[in-house]
């Protein structure tokens, strides 16, 4: 969408009071982002009141905006998420110090639009003719204000040794449109026999009201199912799940997998047979941090898809 971004950003203390003022554009779509933030930290909590114009993922927890995900639009052509422009406020809190939870919590008040793919530079562009990313799906229009709240805990130390991790998400919103969304993840690693670590993660979620386009639900990609591009399967609710034998080698490691998931109407959550389904091999180093994975779908639009991304431990 923004192509290269470049930008500049200014901190400022002020007695109790932490200052931020952020400024960007985009040398594709020409856009400028800019987001003034004022902070206050307790002993307890941070919060930080924050007004913005700037490109926004559907998914917010994914991590479409790092420089994981930059890298392989640039090396790879890949882009598996879909964006919106959103201009408001917002006033966000997390703890100072975590306990066995994480926590965080938002609200805000916003106009989303729609924004559309402006640039294809990429490295395949070198031997590869015509568009290379996928065209973002169009937001819908809105008006919102909402509220949204965040748990997560991560148990284990030892990314070789016993770990689990759990989280929920809650989000409301009013305004153009009306509707809530709830999720849930659950994971778990450990040691199993000839040396070698099993991983297993699932996840669920659905939403009620009238949603928009930017609040559904979506799966494909390297976050979701392995295999196929981005937004394959959508719907007002889904499930997920995929598992992993991994070798233990502590800065490389080979592993195989296989994801299912589904998405679409709850009321055919009974009958939901999974609608992706793929398998594949992997390679990831350094516990995780630069991972690569060669899939095959084996539902729906098959065939052979590699990813190359960072931060990508089960």
């Known amino acids: 969408v923004e192509g290269l971004s470049v930008g500049a950003r200014v901190d400022v203390g002020a007695g109790p009071l932490a200052l931020d003022a952020t400024a960007r554009l985009g040398t594709a779509d020409l856009e400028p982002g800019v987001e003034v933030g004022v902070a206050r930290e307790t ?24 420089l994981g995900a930059s890298l392989s639009a640039l090396l790879l052509g890949r882009d598996e998420a879909d964006y919106l422009r959103a201009t408001g406020a917002e006033l966000a809190a997390r703890p100072v110090r975590f306990g ?31 568009p290379v990313f996928r065209e973002v799906l169009p937001a819908d229009r809105a008006d919102q204000v909402g509220a949204a709240l965040t748990l997560r805990t991560v148990r284990g130390e030892s990314a070789l040794g016993l ?44 939403s009620a009201g009238t949603v928009p386009v930017q609040g559904l639900w979506y799966l494909g990609g390297p976050g979701s199912v392995r295999g196929y591009p981005g937004a394959t399967a959508a719907g007002k ?39 992706l389904l793929s398998a594949g091999v992997g390679a990831s180093f350094l516990d995780g941090l630069i ?3 060669l899939a095959r779908a084996l539902r729906g639009r098959t065939g052979w898809r590699l990813d190359v991304y960072l931060d990508a431990a089960l």
């Open 43 to 66: 002993s307890a909590w941070r919060y930080r009141l924050a007004g913005y114009r700037r490109l926004d993922t559907f998914d917010r927890a994914s991590s479409a905006l790092g």
């Open 100 to 130: 066995r939870w994480e926590q965080a919590w938002r609200l805000f008040a916003e106009h989303q639009h729609p924004v559309s793919r402006e640039t294809d530079i990429t490295l395949p562009r070198a031997w590869r003719d015509g």
């Open 163 to 206: 770990r689990w991790t759990a989280g929920t998400e809650l989000e409301a919103q009013a305004g153009s449109f009306r509707f809530g969304r709830a999720s849930a993840l659950a994971g778990l690693a450990a040691p199993i026999p000839f040396g070698l670590v099993g991983s297993l993660e699932g996840a669920v979620g659905t």
């Open 237 to 275: 609710s889904f499930w997920r799940a995929r598992g992993e034998v991994a070798t233990r080698g502590p800065g490389a490691r080979l592993a195989t997998f296989m994801d299912a998931g589904w998405a679409g109407e709850r009321s055919d959550w009974s009958s939901a047979d999974p609608t």
């Open 291 to 293: 991972r690569a994975d």
